[in-house]
C-alpha cells in the first residue's frame, strides 16, 4: 500500500514569462537630494536617462566683499612710476611716484613714500608723502607721518609727532553753478543817423 502523498501536477509554463518561484521582487530605496528611480520595466525603459533634481539658485550675495575690491599694494624696495587709475585701495610700503584719481583709499605704511598727486575719499599717512593730495573724507597722520606740500581734507586727525608742512585748508566740494534763466534779447538800438560829411574842394 502506498502511504506517500501525491504531488500536485506542475503547470506547463505560460509562454514568455520568466517567472520563477525564486524571483523576489527588488526594493528601490530614493536618496534625499536624488532624482527618484523606477524599477526597469515599470513605465519607462531602462536605457532613459533618470531626472536630474531641481538645484535651487544660490543666494545673491547682500554686499560686497572686500575682495572685490580692487587692491594695489606696492611692497618694500619696489618703486612704481606713472599714472594710477581703476584702483580702489592703494597700500604703500615702497616708493611710488604717480597721479592717483578717484580711489577710495590710500594707505602710506612707515617705510613708504609717496609724491605726487591724490584725491581721494580716504587716506592714512604713516610714512611721507610730497605733493597735493585732497581728501574728500578723513585724513589721519599717524606718529610717524609726514606730508609735505598742499593738503586739503574733509575731517583730519593727527597723531602727536606727524609732521605737516605746506598749504593746509579744509576741502569744500565745488559747488555746481546754478542755472540762470536767459533774459528775452531786448531790440537792439537802431543806429543814430549820420551827418553827411562835406569836404570843400
Do not use: H, W
Not at 36 to 48: D, K, L, Q, T, V
Not at 94 to 121: C, H, M, P, Y
Not at 163 to 188: C, D, M, R, S
Amino acid at each position: 500500500m502506498n502511504t506517500s502523498t501525491p504531488k500536485p501536477p506542475a503547470g506547463a509554463p505560460i509562454p514568455g514569462s520568466s517567472y520563477k518561484p525564486t524571483d523576489i521582487p527588488r526594493r528601490t530605496v530614493d536618496l534625499p537630494g536624488a532624482a527618484p528611480r523606477r524599477p526597469e520595466g515599470y513605465g519607462a525603459p531602462a536605457s532613459a536617462p533618470a531626472a536630474a533634481a531641481p538645484v535651487a539658485p544660490a543666494p545673491a550675495p547682500t554686499a560686497p566683499l572686500a575682495s572685490d575690491q580692487r587692491r594695489l599694494i606696492v611692497g618694500r624696495d619696489i618703486s612704481l612710476n606713472g599714472e594710477i587709475g581703476s584702483c580702489d585701495v592703494l597700500v604703500v610700503e615702497g616708493t611710488v611716484e604717480a597721479k592717483l584719481r578717484d580711489g577710495r583709499s590710500i594707505e602710506i605704511a612707515e617705510t613708504g613714500l609717496f609724491k605726487g598727486a591724490v584725491e581721494i575719499d580716504e587716506a592714512d599717512i604713516g610714512g611721507r608723502f610730497e605733493g597735493d593730495i585732497i581728501v574728500r573724507g578723513r585724513l589721519t597722520v599717524r606718529s610717524t607721518g609726514k606730508i609735505n606740500g598742499s593738503i586739503k581734507y574733509g575731517e583730519l586727525a593727527v597723531e602727536a609727532g606727524a609732521l605737516l608742512n605746506g598749504e593746509i585748508g579744509k576741502y569744500t566740494p565745488a559747488a555746481k553753478p546754478a542755472v540762470v534763466p536767459a533774459a528775452p534779447a531786448e531790440a537792439a538800438p537802431a543806429p543814430a543817423a549820420l551827418d553827411p560829411i562835406v569836404v570843400d574842394g
